[in-house]
C-alpha cells in the first residue's frame, strides 16, 4: 500500500507517522545517493507501523532514480512483502558482502554538515573521497598547518583560501571552527561572518538540533564543544566588531575563520554605518579593524578569510584587495598564506599590492584554492555552465551543462509549471524554494515580490505544512537571503534587471516607475557586476537540479516588454538549457 493512503488508517496518525515516512524515504535516497554499490540499484524503503492493520501488498511508484516511495507494512507482512517484491526483480542478485563493504560519501548540506561537525565529526567523515572532497581535505590539512606553525612558533598569520561557488570554503571553516588540538581543547576558535541569514539559519539548526548534546562522547575536548553555545561558536562579524572596539579588550579566540570575506567593508561603508550607530570617531575598514582586533593577543592568532569568487553583490564591499592594504599598514610582521592565482596579473590585487606580497615573503600553497564545487553530488560543472551562460559564448555554455540525468536544468515560462515541477522533484527531506533577483520588481504582476521579507529560519528550516516554509514555494528568496547556503532544487525567477541585447547582457536597476541602465563604469549599489554576481549566487544554489522561470511578459506594460523576455528565454535555449515540455 502507498504511505500516503495508509495514513488514515494507522492510530496515532498525523504528523509523526509524516516524519517517519519522510524519514524512511530520506534513507533511502541516502543509500541511493552516497553509497557506492547502491547507486546502480532499486531501492524499495518499508516502513512498519506496529499498529497497522494487515495491509494489500503492492508496489506504486517508481522514480526514475529507481527509488520507490515508501511501502507502510504491519508487521505480519514485511516477510510475504519481501518475498514479493524479490520476487518480481529481473535483475541479477546481490553480492550482501559486496555491497555492504561499498564506500559511504556523503555530501550533506551546509546546515546538515554544520550540525554533525559541531556533534564533533571531522570534515573527512562528512565528506566525499572524490575529486572535490579531496580537494577539500587537502585544504583543510594546509590551514590546519599553520594553525600548528603559529601555535608551536608563536606569531601572527592571515591565511586566505580561495574556492568557486559551492566549493566547500564555509564548510571548511567551520570544520576549523569545530576543531580541537588534544593537548589544547580549551583554545577556542570562532566562525564570523557578515551573512546575516547564514548566521541565523546555522544558529537556529544547532539551536533545534537537540540530539547534538546526546550524540557528543564524553571526552573533554567534546565537552568543551557541546558546552559552547551556537551564538559563541558562530557570531556576526558586526556584533564581534562592537564587542571588542574598547582598544583594551584581548580577544579570547585564537583562530578566527571570515567567511566570505571578499564582502568586507571598506573605510566608508564601515565609518559611515559606525556613525549611524554613535562612533563617529571609527576610521578603519573591516579588515583593518579586524585584524588590529587579533593583533592585541601577545601569544599567536591566524586570521583565516573565505574568499567566494564573483559573489560581490553589494556596495562597499572591499574584496582581497583591502586585506592586503590592512597588512601594509601597522601589521608588517604577520605571516601571509594565499594560493598562487591571487598573485596573477589578472588577479584581485594590483602590481604594488604583488610587489609588496613578495617582499614580505607570503607563502603561495595551491592547496589553499578550493577549484571543485561540492554543493552539487550529481555535478560538479553546474558552476563552470553558469559562468559561461552569464557571459557571452552559449557554445561553451551548451557543452559544459550537466548531464540531464545527474543535475537536470530547464526553463519554464510558467510560473505553475515551474512549482509543479519541483514539487514533483523534491522527496523526503529534501528542500526546493523559489529564488528571484532582490531588484526583480517587476516579477511582481507574477505574484512574486520580492520586496516582501523573508524570514529565513522558517524557510530554511521548517517542514512542509509550515507556508513560510521554502517547500511551500510561496516566498522568494533573494540572493541575499541564500548566499552560502543552498537548496536540493531551486527554482530561479528570471526578471529584466539583467536581460540580453545584440550587445549581450545588459545590467539594469527598477527606479519608480521605469528600468535604468548600469554601465560598467557606474559606481554605487547598482554597479554592473553586482546584478551579474547576483545571478550567478541564484544560479549555484542547487544540489540536484533546476528549473529557470522568464515571464512572458505584458504588451501592455512598458516595463515588462515580451521582446525583451523572449530574448532571455532564447539565449537560455541556445545555451544547451531545454524548455518544459
Not at 518499508?46 to 503492492?58: H, K, S
Request: glycine share 8%; net charge negative; hydrophobic share 40%.
Amino acid at each position: 500500500m502507498r504511505a500516503a493512503d495508509l495514513r488514515d488508517r494507522v492510530q496515532g496518525r498525523g504528523s509523526r507517522l509524516r516524519h517517519a515516512i519522510e524519514q524512511t524515504h530520506g534513507y533511502a535516497l541516502d543509500l541511493k545517493n552516497f553509497h557506492v554499490t547502491s547507486h546502480d540499484k532499486a531501492i524499495i524503503p518499508i516502513l512498519v507501523a506496529t499498529r497497522a492493520p494487515p495491509q494489500q501488498i503492492g508496489l506504486g511508484f517508481w522514480a526514475e532514480d529507481r527509488v520507490h516511495d515508501p511501502v507502510c507494512l504491519s508487521p505480519d507482512d514485511v516477510l510475504l512483502a519481501i518475498q514479493r517484491f524479490l520476487a518480481s526483480g529481473g535483475g541479477p542478485g546481490i553480492d550482501a558482502t559486496a555491497w555492504s563493504e561499498g564506500a559511504y560519501r556523503p555530501t550533506p548540506s551546509i546546515i546538515e554538515a554544520a550540525e554533525a561537525l559541531y556533534a564533533g565529526h571531522d570534515v573527512t567523515a562528512i565528506s566525499r573521497s572524490e575529486a572535490g572532497a579531496e580537494n577539500l581535505s587537502r585544504t583543510a590539512t594546509a590551514i590546519a598547518a599553520v594553525v600548528s606553525r603559529m601555535r608551536e612558533q608563536g606569531g601572527k598569520a592571515i591565511c586566505f583560501v580561495t574556492g568557486v561557488p559551492g566549493a566547500g570554503k564555509t564548510l571548511a571553516g567551520l570544520n576549523l571552527a569545530c576543531q580541537r588540538h588534544p593537548e589544547h581543547p580549551d583554545e577556542h576558535a570562532v566562525f564570523l561572518s557578515g551573512n546575516g541569514p547564514l548566521v541565523a539559519v546555522l544558529r537556529e539548526a544547532l539551536r533545534r538540533d537537540g540530539r547534538r548534546t546526546r550524540d557528543l562522547p564524553d571526552e573533554p575536548e567534546a565537552r568543551i564543544l557541546r558546552n559552547r553555545e551556537p551564538d559563541t561558536f558562530i557570531q556576526n562579524i558586526h556584533h564581534f566588531r562592537d564587542f571588542h572596539l574598547p582598544p583594551a579588550r584581548v580577544p579570547n579566540e585564537h583562530v578566527v575563520v571570515f567567511d566570505e570575506a571578499q564582502r568586507a567593508w571598506d573605510k566608508v561603508k564601515a565609518a559611515k554605518f559606525m556613525t549611524k550607530r554613535g562612533h563617529t570617531d571609527f576610521d578603519q575598514s573591516e579588515p583593518s579593524f579586524l585584524l588590529s582586533v587579533m593583533d592585541r593577543r601577545q601569544d599567536w592568532c591566524v586570521v583565516i578569510c573565505l574568499i567566494g569568487e564573483g559573489q560581490e553583490v553589494n556596495e562597499g564591499e572591499a574584496g582581497v584587495a583591502e586585506w592586503i592594504r590592512a597588512l601594509q599598514a601597522d601589521l608588517r610582521h604577520w605571516h601571509v598564506f594565499l594560493p598562487p592565482h591571487l598573485l596573477a596579473d589578472n588577479g584581485p590585487l594590483d602590481g604594488v599590492q604583488r610587489w609588496h606580497l613578495g617582499q614580505r615573503g607570503a607563502t603561495v600553497d595551491a592547496g589553499l584554492h578550493l577549484a571543485v564545487s561540492v554543493r552539487s553530488f550529481r555535478a560538479e560543472r553546474v558552476s563552470a555552465f553558469v559562468s559561461a551562460l552569464l557571459a557571452e559564448d552559449a557554445s561553451t555554455a551548451a557543452a559544459l551543462r550537466p548531464d540531464p540525468s545527474q543535475f537536470p536544468i530547464a526553463f519554464t515560462r510558467d510560473l505553475f509549471a515551474a512549482r509543479r515541477w519541483l514539487r514533483q522533484r523534491r522527496r523526503a527531506g529534501e528542500r526546493a524554494g523559489l529564488l528571484a533577483s532582490s531588484n526583480a520588481l517587476r516579477l511582481k504582476p507574477e505574484g512574486l515580490h520580492v520586496k516582501a521579507p523573508v524570514d529565513v529560519c522558517h524557510w530554511f528550516l521548517d517542514d512542509n505544512d509550515d507556508v513560510r516554509s521554502s517547500n511551500a514555494l510561496e516566498d522568494a528568496a533573494t540572493e541575499f537571503d541564500v548566499q552560502g547556503l543552498e537548496l536540493d532544487w531551486s527554482g530561479v525567477a528570471w526578471d529584466l534587471n539583467y536581460r540580453r541585447t545584440t550587445g549581450g547582457w545588459q545590467a539594469r536597476r527598477f527606479h519608480g516607475n521605469q528600468w535604468q541602465r548600469i554601465s560598467a563604469t557606474d559606481s554605487g549599489i547598482g554597479r554592473a557586476e553586482y546584478v551579474r554576481n547576483a545571478y550567478r549566487v541564484l544560479l549555484t544554489r542547487a544540489r540536484q537540479g533546476m528549473v529557470i522561470f522568464v515571464p512572458c511578459g505584458d504588451a501592455e506594460d512598458a516595463t515588462r516588454p515580451p521582446a525583451d523576455y523572449d530574448a532571455i528565454a532564447d539565449w537560455l535555449a541556445a545555451c544547451g538549457v531545454p524548455a518544459l515540455a
